[in-house]
């Protein structure tokens, strides 16, 4: 009879485990809207921050990284009043990857995203498509699922009229970073703001003080290089140019 109750146990046991699984999978797969929820009503500081762990993280090229809750909810929130004016966010096919533990997990998901964007030569606000991919960390805490890190990749912000086969990424500027795709190989990014062939250098430079930076690339790379030249990060954007007042 013993051995009888034993195998009840252990049968219970894992339906158990089972159920705490799906429990788990809900609730992040929940986080996931919510964050989407809250980005759609332009960053809503209060809805993005509680979201994430008091360490928490969050990054994108040409949009910079933000550590802390308090200045991920306030980051994304200005990167909503400075480029995203209004958006609809569509977080799909969300695979979840627990640890042994069960209280951490590296999520993944696709972003598909319609969205107003300001032109960054005229400021107007124009119809754009986005699309990336998400690579997130999030730990259980006290029962509750936070976010820990969370790094955007964009592979697209196409403007409606144009789509991606025309302009894959946005025009950059002063005031927006240079989103590229670039092959392996050597580059020289301008310094000293008067090349005509930004963001890379064509010896404008030789009347001033500056010299150009030096890009070595290993492999073909997505990158965002710093348009307003006042990246802390040059020649890579760190979002100076939002001029959100952030570390």
């Known amino acids: 009879m013993s051995k ?12 158990n485990q089972k159920l705490t699984h799906l429990e788990d999978v809900e609730a992040i797969e929940r986080l996931i809207v919510s964050y989407a929820r809250g980005c759609d009503e332009g960053n809503n500081p209060e809805k993005i921050g509680p979201l994430f762990t008091e360490d928490g993280t969050w990054e994108c090229k040409g949009f910079g990284k933000y550590i802390s809750r308090d200045k991920v909810a306030r980051g994304l929130h200005g990167i909503a009043g400075e480029k995203i004016w209004w958006s609809l966010h569509y977080m799909i096919s969300p695979q979840i990857d627990f640890d042994e533990t069960g209280e951490y997990a590296k999520v993944f998901w696709y972003l598909w995203e319609s969205a107003t964007v300001p032109n960054p030569d005229t400021d107007e606000a124009e119809p754009h498509w986005i699309g990336g991919t998400y690579d997130v960390e999030v730990v259980k805490i006290d029962g509750e699922w936070f976010f820990k890190t969370m790094e955007l990749k964009l592979n697209m912000v196409s403007p409606y009229g144009d789509g991606w086969v025309k302009s894959k990424f946005l025009g950059g500027n002063r005031k927006t970073p240079f989103l590229l795709n670039l092959d392996a190989g050597k580059y020289y990014w301008c310094s000293c703001g008067k090349s005509e062939n930004q963001p890379f250098c ?17 492999e073909f790379q997505h990158v965002a290089l710093c348009g307003c030249k006042y990246s802390k990060t040059k020649p890579y954007c760190d979002g100076s140019h939002l001029k959100l007042g952030l570390d």
Do not use: A, C, N, V
């Not at 010896?203 to 500056?210: A, C, E, F, L, P």
């Open 202 to 218: 064509d010896g404008s430079h030789k009347d001033t003080k500056r010299t150009p930076i030096e890009i070595e690339l290993k």
């Open 4 to 15: 009888e109750f034993e195998e009840i146990k252990q049968l219970l046991t894992g339906i």
